[in-house]
Nanobody, 123 residues
Framework: VQLQAFGGGLVQAGGSLRLSCAAS????????MGWFRQAPGKEREFVAA???????YYADSVKGRFTISRDSAKDTVNLQMNSLRPEDTAVYYC??????????????????WGQGTQVTVSS
């Protein structure tokens, strides 16, 4: 199983970026897909997730600014990030898992991880 994330970069505050993550190695239509991020010196934190049912979940800090979507036919998950802020600067990781809802927002709820892509928002 491999997760390949791409789309990070440098953007000014208020700008937008779109992250994508492609999964390969098996069919993941009944798996949850999520995004986490980790800033220097901080723990990895939940950003957003989309369950196999299509329901979406967001961290309060990104709600209304970020949108997660998935293409089950292509086993890809996207994260559209708008109105970016300097505090959004981090390495963003995509993840794949089958945990129950209560584990959706924690790293332990995921079995596979992408390599991470850097997002830097300048003020």
């Amino acid at each position: 199983v491999q997760l390949q994330a791409f789309g990070g970069g440098l953007v000014q505050a208020g700008g937008s970026l779109r992250l994508s993550c492609a999964a390969s190695g098996r069919t993941f239509s009944n798996w949850n897909m999520g995004w986490f991020r980790q800033a220097p010196g901080k723990e990895r934190e939940f950003v957003a997730a989309v369950r196999y049912s299509g329901n979406t979940y967001y961290a309060d800090s990104v709600k209304g600014r970020f949108t997660i979507s998935r293409d089950s036919a292509k086993d890809t998950v996207n994260l559209q990030m708008n109105s970016l802020r300097p505090e959004d600067t981090a390495v963003y990781y995509c993840a794949l898992g089958r945990a129950i809802l209560s584990y959706l927002r924690v790293p332990d709820g995921y079995d596979y991880w992408g390599q991470g892509t850097q997002v830097t928002v300048s003020s």
